[in-house]
């Protein structure tokens, strides 16, 4: 059974920064491409960003410059610094495995509130 388990977010300043992690099991991790994608308040599902099986790395227009997504497969573990935290970056974040929506299967999700 795959298994994503989030953790990291909280609360942060604007201009501060979290790091994401995304815990998983039920599958051969370095086999997949991995991705973040976050939902706020009221709103859809957004792609965050994407790390391929090649370390190749992907990111949306709102996060480039500002985020980093890493993996480490021997912990199969995916992460995603945030770094530069704005309010409009305020939502759950959760890891998946699907490129696609509804992004199925993707865990619990992590919060992750940016506010003075």
């Known amino acids: 059974e795959v298994q994503l388990v989030e953790s990291g977010g909280g609360l942060v300043q604007p201009g501060g920064s979290l790091r994401l992690s995304c815990a998983t099991s039920g599958f051969i991790f370095s086999n997949y491409d991995m991705i973040w994608v976050r939902q706020a308040p009221g709103k859809g599902l957004e792609w965050v960003s994407t790390?391929?099986?090649?370390?190749?790395?992907y990111y949306g227009d709102s996060v480039k410059g500002r985020f980093s997504i890493s993996r480490d497969n021997a912990k199969n573990i995916l992460y995603l610094q945030m770094n530069s935290l704005k309010t409009e970056d305020t939502a759950v974040y959760y890891c998946t495995t699907n490129p696609d929506p509804p992004y199925q299967p993707r865990g619990q999700g992590t919060q992750v509130t940016v506010s003075s």
């Open positions: 790390i391929n099986i090649y370390d190749h790395t």
